[in-house]
């Protein structure tokens, strides 16, 4: 019923620049996007950014000074830009929406490819 649904993803030289973008699919209005993780080939599951819905971020070691999380909260929208790429950036990205409370649920993404390769 709920789906959430990353886009922007694909194939990048280092150095370049990516804009992912996730929208939720479905009536449930609790659900609201609000980080992005990504899983590299052979690697675990790593949080990338962080927001909430008042626009206070975190970020990864790896990410910060290079990717920016933002939230379009009208349209419950979460983006990731992504600048300076680098090859080990390469991963699946996904976003992904916390459950608010214990009788809710949490949802993930499919996920979007990242290739940063020359």
């Known amino acids: 019923q709920v789906q959430l649904v990353e886009s922007g993803g694909g194939l990048v030289q280092p150095g370049g620049s990516l804009r992912l973008s996730c929208v939720v699919r479905g009536n449930i209005g609790y659900v609201h996007p609000t980080e992005w993780h990504r899983q590299a080939p052979g690697q675990e599951r790593e949080m990338v950014a962080t927001?909430?819905?008042?626009?206070?971020?975190n970020y990864a070691d790896s990410a910060k000074g290079r990717f920016t999380i933002s939230r379009d909260n009208v349209a419950n929208t979460l983006y990731l830009q992504m600048d300076s790429l680098k090859p080990d950036d390469t991963a699946v990205y996904y976003c992904y929406a916390p459950a608010h409370t214990v009788e809710q649920r949490d949802f993930w993404g499919q996920g979007t490819r990242v290739t940063v390769s020359s």
């Open positions: 927001i909430t819905r008042g626009g206070r971020t």
